[in-house]
């Protein structure tokens, strides 16, 4: 990248497309070399000077949203969405940055807009059901879940997000629960909100010995998992393991004020490399 930097400084001046360009590509190295002040002027002043240019706007977009700057992506997706209008990318980056800034009903509105022109764009499917389900929609969400799971290739988060909206609905289809988060597993590396999710079935089930394997696999995905910690203690105690209840019981205590909703951190990974084209479908 330094050796990127180096030669495209030296490039001579050229027409006005061609300065744009270049000075798009400058943000991109930038962006790479982690000069993000300098990778946000750029990619800003490429995207003025072009905004119909679909990579102009997702960059720009992307590195506001990775620099949690929600409100800047919020506008820039919504004046590239007025070129590009039918862009499966640019909605689904608008959707989440106003979802990210809490407007929720708003996110909402773009992810009908976007299955009203591209229904099997699976991404979408999941933040959408994603956003209802912080909304306390569950029923609907579990709807737009298991229609996604009908899509031609399915985003394998879909598979998680249906299975934790059925343990939200208290729904005692168990294997449709395990079957899903079986298959979340298989295509999501180390989703230790799938082995949660997988223990409170197991529970509900009242296989205490299979709930308690689930969290200690989550644990050892990240062992900073407040929740898994916490439901790990009581699980112990039931089981007559008291020491090692008091341990994790005081190992939730030292991380507990540390807490993050994981589901919104990791969706938004999740995002944030299907709207850079790493390992999008």
Known sequence: ?????????????????????????????????????QAEQDLAAAFAAAPQEENYALDLGLAYLRARKYQPAVEVFEKAGSFQKDSPFILLGLSLAQFLRGQN????????????????????????AFVLTMQGNVDEAAQVAAQGLHDPAPFPYLYY????????????????????LASA?????????????QSKAHQKMGERDAATADLEKALEVDST???????LASLYDQAGRHVEAQQARRRFE???ENKAN???????????????GEGSP
């Not at 997000?161 to 899903?180: C, G």
Request: with cysteine.
């Open 262 to 276: 994981r589901e919104t951190e990791m969706l938004r990974g999740v995002f944030l490399k299907t709207l850079g």
């Open 185 to 197: 597993e298989r295509s999501i590396s180390a989703c230790s909100l799938c082995y949660l999710a």
């Open 105 to 128: 009903a708003e996110s909402i509105a773009t992810c009908h807009a976007v299955l009203s022109l591209h229904p099997d764009f699976s991404p979408v499917r999941v933040l959408l």
């Open 161 to 180: 997000i249906h299975a934790a909206a059925l343990l939200k609905q208290q729904s005692k289809d168990y294997d449709v629960i395990l079957k899903d």
């Open 1 to 37: 990248y330094p050796v990127a930097l180096a030669t495209i400084q030296k490039a001579p001046r050229a027409s006005r497309p061609q300065e744009v360009a270049r000075t798009y590509l400058r943000g991109k190295i930038e962006l790479a070399l982690g000069q993000n002040a």
């Open 254 to 256: 030292d991380i507990k």
């Open 225 to 231: 998992f407040a929740e898994a910690w916490y439901r």
